[in-house]
Every structure is written in structure tokens, then in C-alpha cells.
């Protein structure tokens, strides 16, 4: 059996979008995947900064999941994919607001000047004092004013940024807790950056899987189904599509109703009728003389006399 040249062209057009399909998603699923590793190492950095950046990473690397394994599933294919799609969209709106916050947590919140100038200090536990119970004072200068900054262990803090005339609010991270050393503030203004970067491609590639799976969930959905194998049976005289009809049934070798007659052909008569019956019904022996008899019983009744009747009715007896 050779398909048509239509039915390649779809079949061919339905593996280039499946395949297409498959590899925006795997990518998608790459991508989301390292913007969970970078949003995670970015909020375990410091204590104090917050960071939002993963939650796209989460979402979104659960719908290429999804969408890889609704490619690959032969039923219940469409219900996968639009679960997919419909993570992958949440991870897309994650992805805006996440690079929006990020980047103003990383342009306006953070200063990394006096980082990179070593005017910043670290502070460590003191001896024999465990992490986050033992808490300090120390004294910073600002505008030629002394004041008391409380800091607790492991904390890099910078007295050029800790305004003494309003201690309740600063418009910027004057201390990062929770950090080995003063550089991890400036690894977490980088990942901040790195974060808002990868997130800004994963909104674009989130959206162009999005579509890219739901043109193939639609595609999927009219797809026709592949074509029967047509056998050929020379001893029934008729072909035979496998794969239509149940196993477990089979078709009368014969019909056991009259053929329509043609439109415009002349009536046949009885005889022509029997004659044509006849010639089908060759494979039981004895059916076309009690066909006949049955078939002119009333045409019988008026030639014969009752002794012929007799003995036409013993012998029907007989062969039936």
C-alpha cells in the first residue's frame, strides 16, 4: 500500500512540528531549570536581601515537563499539553514581575561601590559565640556624626551607607548578614543581574513554546489516523481492510435478501427469479427444487391431481 501524496505531506508536516515541538520545550526546560539554580543560589547568598528570581524557574520547568511527556504520549495527549501550556504561562508572567523586582532590588537597593573600594567591613562571630546569638555594637561615622550600629556575627555592613540621622529607614542595603566575607555581596548583585537576564529570555522562549505546543495540541487533534493494510484475498475475490471490522464477526458468504433491481430494467418473472437463485444457491444440493416447490406451490395445486400432489409431497419429505 502506497499512502497518497497528500497524506505524506501531512504526515511530514506533522514530524517537523512534533520534532520542532520537542526541542523549543527541552530547551525551555534547560533554560528554566538554570534560573532555578541561579535564583536559588542568589537567595541563599545573604539573609537579609530578598530574591524572587526562581519562582519562574519552578513553574516553568514543570510545564516543559509536562510538555515533553504529552509529545510522547498516544492518548490522553491533549489534556498533558494543555496543562503545560498552562504552567508554562504562569511561568511567563513569573518571569515579568520576577525580572522587574530583581532588577530594582539589584539597581536601586544595592550599592557595590564601596564594596569594590574596600570601605565596607566585615564582622565576625567572636570566639566561643555561636552564629546569629551573639550581637555587637559598633561605632560608624557619617556627616561627621558618631553613632552606634548593632550588628549581629558574620555581617558585612558599610558605615558610608548607614545614615546616623535616620536609623528606621535607607534607601539602600548598608549591611548583608549571613555572608563569609564582603565579596558575597558583590557575587549577589551579579547573580541578581544574571537572574533578571535569564528571566527576560525565559518570558520570550516561555511564550514561543507556549505556541509552538498549542499549535501542535490543535494539529493533534485533526490529525487523521494512519492508513489501514489493505490485503488481498484471491479465494473471497474482495479486498479486506484490516483493522475495520471486529475480529470476532464474520460476513455471509451469500446475501439472504432479493438485489435491488436497476432503475429502468423490465420486471423478471418467477421463473427468471428461480433460475437466478438457482445459480447462487449452488453449494446446497437440494435447495432450489424445494425453492421451487415452495416458490409454485399454487401453480402445483392447479395442474396436478391429488395422487400427483401426494407424491410430490412424499418426496420433498424426503430430500428435506
Given at each position: 500500500y502506497k499512502p497518497p501524496v497528500r497524506l505524506n505531506l501531512m504526515l511530514n508536516s506533522y514530524l517537523r512540528?512534533?520534532?520542532?515541538?520537542?526541542?523549543?520545550?527541552?530547551?525551555?526546560?534547560?533554560?528554566?531549570?538554570v534560573v532555578l539554580a541561579v535564583g536559588l543560589i542568589s537567595a541563599t547568598r545573604t539573609d537579609n536581601?530578598?530574591?524572587?528570581?526562581?519562582?519562574?524557574?519552578?513553574?516553568?520547568?514543570?510545564?516543559?515537563?509536562?510538555?515533553?511527556?504529552?509529545?510522547?504520549?498516544?492518548?490522553?495527549?491533549?489534556?498533558?499539553?494543555?496543562?503545560?501550556?498552562?504552567?508554562?504561562?504562569?511561568?511567563?508572567?513569573?518571569?515579568?514581575?520576577?525580572?522587574?523586582?530583581?532588577?530594582?532590588i539589584a539597581s536601586e537597593f544595592i550599592d557595590t561601590r564601596p564594596l569594590q573600594e574596600d570601605m565596607c567591613d566585615f564582622y565576625a562571630s567572636g570566639a566561643g559565640y555561636a552564629y546569629d546569638s551573639y550581637y555587637t555594637e559598633v561605632t560608624c561615622r557619617s556627616f561627621d556624626k558618631a553613632c552606634k550600629l548593632k550588628l549581629r556575627s558574620n555581617t558585612c555592613y558599610c558605615c558610608y551607607l548607614y545614615n546616623c540621622e535616620s536609623t528606621?529607614?535607607?534607601?539602600?542595603?548598608?549591611?548583608?548578614?549571613?555572608?563569609?566575607?564582603?565579596?558575597?555581596?558583590?557575587?549577589?548583585?551579579?547573580?541578581?543581574?544574571?537572574?533578571?537576564?535569564?528571566?527576560?529570555?525565559?518570558?520570550f522562549l516561555g511564550i514561543i513554546t507556549a505556541a509552538i505546543l498549542g499549535a501542535y495540541k490543535d494539529?493533534?487533534?485533526?490529525?487523521?489516523?494512519?492508513?489501514?493494510?489493505?490485503?488481498?484475498?484471491?479465494?473471497?475475490?474482495?479486498?479486506?481492510?484490516?483493522?475495520?471490522?471486529?475480529?470476532?464477526?464474520?460476513?455471509?458468504?451469500?446475501?439472504?435478501?432479493?438485489?435491488?433491481?436497476?432503475?429502468?430494467?423490465?420486471?423478471?418473472?418467477?421463473?427468471?427469479?428461480?433460475?437466478?437463485?438457482?445459480?447462487?444457491?449452488?453449494?446446497?444440493?437440494?435447495s432450489c427444487y424445494n425453492l421451487y416447490v415452495w416458490f409454485h406451490w399454487n401453480d402445483l395445486l392447479g395442474h396436478l391431481n391429488r395422487t400427483e400432489i401426494l407424491l410430490m409431497l412424499l418426496i420433498t419429505l424426503c430430500l428435506t
Amino acid at each position: 500500500y502506497k499512502p497518497p501524496v497528500r497524506l505524506n505531506l501531512m504526515l511530514n508536516s506533522y514530524l517537523r512540528r512534533r520534532k520542532t515541538a520537542l526541542w523549543v520545550t527541552v530547551s525551555l526546560l534547560a533554560l528554566a531549570l538554570v534560573v532555578l539554580a541561579v535564583g536559588l543560589i542568589s537567595a541563599t547568598r545573604t539573609d537579609n536581601v530578598p530574591v524572587a528570581g526562581y519562582y519562574p524557574g519552578i513553574t516553568m520547568s514543570f510545564g516543559a515537563f509536562l510538555g515533553i511527556v504529552g509529545i510522547y504520549l498516544v492518548e490522553n495527549r491533549r489534556p498533558m499539553l494543555m496543562a503545560a501550556i498552562i504552567f508554562i504561562s504562569i511561568g511567563v508572567i513569573a518571569s515579568f514581575f520576577c525580572a522587574i523586582v530583581d532588577g530594582i532590588i539589584a539597581s536601586e537597593f544595592i550599592d557595590t561601590r564601596p564594596l569594590q573600594e574596600d570601605m565596607c567591613d566585615f564582622y565576625a562571630s567572636g570566639a566561643g559565640y555561636a552564629y546569629d546569638s551573639y550581637y555587637t555594637e559598633v561605632t560608624c561615622r557619617s556627616f561627621d556624626k558618631a553613632c552606634k550600629l548593632k550588628l549581629r556575627s558574620n555581617t558585612c555592613y558599610c558605615c558610608y551607607l548607614y545614615n546616623c540621622e535616620s536609623t528606621e529607614y535607607h534607601t539602600q542595603y548598608y549591611e548583608f548578614t549571613g555572608v563569609s566575607s564582603c565579596w558575597d555581596a558583590i557575587h549577589l548583585y551579579r547573580l541578581l543581574w544574571a537572574s533578571v537576564v535569564l528571566n527576560v529570555i525565559g518570558l520570550f522562549l516561555g511564550i514561543i513554546t507556549a505556541a509552538i505546543l498549542g499549535a501542535y495540541k490543535d494539529m493533534v487533534s485533526y490529525h487523521p489516523a494512519p492508513p489501514p493494510h489493505i490485503l488481498y484475498n484471491p479465494t473471497q475475490h474482495m479486498l479486506t481492510y484490516a483493522g475495520f471490522c471486529p475480529s470476532g464477526q464474520t460476513l455471509p458468504a451469500y446475501p439472504n435478501y432479493p438485489i435491488p433491481m436497476q432503475v429502468g430494467a423490465r420486471n423478471k418473472t418467477k421463473k427468471e427469479q428461480f433460475s437466478e437463485k438457482c445459480k447462487k444457491l449452488t453449494d446446497v444440493p437440494f435447495s432450489c427444487y424445494n425453492l421451487y416447490v415452495w416458490f409454485h406451490w399454487n401453480d402445483l395445486l392447479g395442474h396436478l391431481n391429488r395422487t400427483e400432489i401426494l407424491l410430490m409431497l412424499l418426496i420433498t419429505l424426503c430430500l428435506t
